[in-house]
C-alpha cells in the first residue's frame, strides 16, 4: 500500500503527458479569409535565415511615401494641375499634387532612365546661343547640352535653358535628360543643327539673285531664237520677190 501511494495515479501520469505533449505541435491558422499584400519565396526546410539574405528581398518592395498627397475632395471633380514642363523653374508636379490635391500626368520613377527631352528652339542672344528644352515625363535629376564633341554644360532639374557661348555652323546641339538610372537616348527631337540666322538670309538672298540671273538668261535666250527665226522669214521673202521678178 505504501508504494501505491508514493506513485500518482495512471490518470495523472496520463493527463501530463497529454499536456506536454501538446506544447510541441502548433495549430495551423486560418488564413484564407485575410489579404497579404505580399508574399516572400519558401525556402527549403532547415535553411538558416541571415540578415544580409533577407534583405534581398526588400528591392522587390517600394515604401509608402512619407507625406502622401491629400485625396482630392469628392464633392468636386479634380482638375489638372497648372504645370507647363516648358516652363523655366517649373516646380515638380508631384509638389503641385501634394498642396492643391490636382491630377499630374504619369511619370517614370527614379530607376528608370528619363526620356528625351524635346528640343524646343535655338535663339541668338548677343554672341551666344540661347538652348530652350522641355521636359520629359520621368523622373531628372538634371539636363545636359551636348554640342558636337564639346563637353557638355550641366543645368538643374527645374532649368529648361541654358546658354552656349562657342556653336558653330552645322554644329549637333543635343539636350539630354539623367537620372541615378541612365541617361536620355538622343532622338530627332532632341537635337537639331545649328545655323546661324545671318547665314540663313544671305542664303535666300543669294537664292533669289540666282533666281533673277536664271530668269534673265531665259528671256535673253527666247529673244534671240525669235530673232533669228524673224530674220530667217525676211530673207525667205526678200528671195520669194526676187525670184517673181525674173
Not at 495523472?12 to 484564407?32: K, R
Not at 479569409?33 to 527549403?44: K, S
Not at 535629376?141 to 564633341?149: I, L, M, N
Not at 538672298?205 to 540666282?210: P, S
Request: proline share 10%.
Amino acid at each position: 500500500m505504501s508504494a501505491n501511494k508514493d506513485c500518482p495515479p495512471p490518470l495523472i501520469i496520463l493527463l501530463l503527458a497529454l499536456l506536454n505533449g501538446s506544447s510541441s505541435f502548433a495549430v495551423p491558422s486560418d488564413v484564407s479569409g485575410t489579404n497579404h499584400t505580399a508574399t516572400l519565396p519558401l525556402r527549403p526546410r532547415g535553411h538558416m535565415y541571415n540578415q544580409l539574405e533577407f534583405s534581398d528581398y526588400y528591392d522587390e518592395f517600394t515604401d509608402p511615401p512619407s507625406q502622401p498627397p491629400p485625396a482630392p475632395s469628392q464633392a468636386t471633380n479634380p482638375q489638372p494641375c497648372d504645370y507647363d514642363p516648358c516652363r523655366e523653374l517649373q516646380p515638380p508636379c508631384a509638389q503641385l499634387a501634394a498642396s492643391s490635391g490636382c491630377l499630374c500626368p504619369g511619370v517614370s520613377g527614379p530607376h528608370v532612365a528619363p526620356e528625351a527631352p524635346y528640343l524646343k528652339r535655338l535663339s541668338m542672344e548677343d554672341a551666344a546661343v540661347v538652348v530652350q528644352w522641355c521636359a520629359p515625363l520621368s523622373f531628372v535629376t538634371h539636363y545636359e547640352v551636348v554640342v558636337g564633341a564639346l563637353e557638355p554644360l550641366v543645368f538643374g532639374e527645374d532649368q529648361r535653358s541654358g546658354t552656349v557661348k562657342e556653336v558653330g555652323q552645322g554644329a549637333e546641339v543635343c539636350v539630354v535628360a539623367v537620372n541615378n538610372a541612365g541617361v536620355s537616348k538622343r532622338q530627332r527631337g532632341s537635337c537639331t543643327m545649328y545655323e546661324p540666322p545671318g547665314d540663313s538670309s544671305v542664303a535666300l538672298k543669294a537664292g533669289l539673285i540666282g533666281g533673277a540671273l536664271g530668269l534673265l538668261l531665259l528671256l535673253s535666250l527666247a529673244f534671240l531664237l525669235w530673232r533669228h527665226r524673224a530674220r530667217r522669214k525676211a530673207d525667205a521673202r526678200i528671195t520669194q520677190a526676187t525670184d517673181e521678178t525674173l
